[in-house]
């Protein structure tokens, strides 16, 4: 008997893990409650198009990128050109909350204060919360590669992620340099960008060479196109 008590309480207990990522009933993808829009959050996507994007040192959101069933989604008629999809907008001092999931092994990432200029990519401007199947990506043999990391530079805890063909619900908190990142509720980054210790890790990462990588206090977000299937939908920011 305690023995089945036990196995109810696990299922229970992981029933209640999941459901945590179904959207409440009543509650609509893609739109602002009443709470949330007393709070200041603002929608960076529709659900309908990628109006407000544009795809990184281009006027528009193509090639790269289409929307599917309320989700932005990586489009693969672009003859496979990188194509980073980049927020018209900048920010500086924000929480930014979306829902993601990946394809098999699939990787992608989510970079902020990234400034566009033809000298650099995005990915050597801003960090990125990593996005990735961490089972069979083939990205993934380092600790600080699995998805929620701060890629090359912080593990995420890899029991925090949701694996491919599901939604996780991330997010990430800047405020004048103190950086969080939660995966699915858990807390799965916390440092601080700019000071010392900042530049000592960055100085033993593939970023070393990267003069203007995590210097900018202030820039656009961006969703990688890394050539696999990804989906984002859900996505809200607030600035502080």
């Given at each position: ?5 036990c ?18 009933k ?88 990234v ?25 993934n ?10 890629y ?47 530049k ?41």
């Amino acid at each position: 008997m305690k023995e089945k008590r036990c196995k109810t309480s696990l299922y229970l207990a992981l029933a209640a893990c999941c459901l945590s990522w179904i959207p409440v009933k009543g509650q609509t993808l893609n739109a602002l409650t009443p709470e949330q829009q007393s709070q200041g959050w603002q929608l960076l996507f529709n659900g309908k198009d990628l109006q407000g994007w544009h795809v990184y040192l281009k006027p528009d959101a193509k090639p790269g990128w289409s929307v599917d069933n309320g989700a932005i989604k990586t489009d693969f008629s672009n003859g496979g050109e990188r194509a980073d999809l980049v927020t018209d907008g900048e920010y500086e001092n924000y929480e930014l909350s979306l829902d993601w999931k990946i394809a098999k092994g699939g990787n992608s990432g989510i970079i902020f204060n990234v400034h566009e200029d033809p000298k650099y990519g995005a990915a050597f401007t801003g960090p990125e919360m990593q996005v990735l199947d961490n089972i069979n990506a083939e990205d993934n043999k380092k600790a600080n590669h699995l998805a929620g990391s701060l890629y090359d530079l912080i593990a995420a805890n890899p029991k925090a992620v949701h694996p491919a063909e599901e939604w996780n619900h991330v997010r990430i908190r800047l405020d004048q340099g103190h950086l969080q990142f939660w995966m699915n509720d858990q807390l799965v980054v916390d440092t601080h960008l700019w000071n010392e210790a900042w530049k000592k890790l960055v100085a033993g990462s593939k970023f070393r060479d990267s003069p203007a990588f995590g210097t900018f206090h202030k820039g656009h977000i961006v969703l990688q196109y890394h050539g696999g299937e990804v989906r984002y939908r859900n996505i809200k920011l607030r600035e502080l």
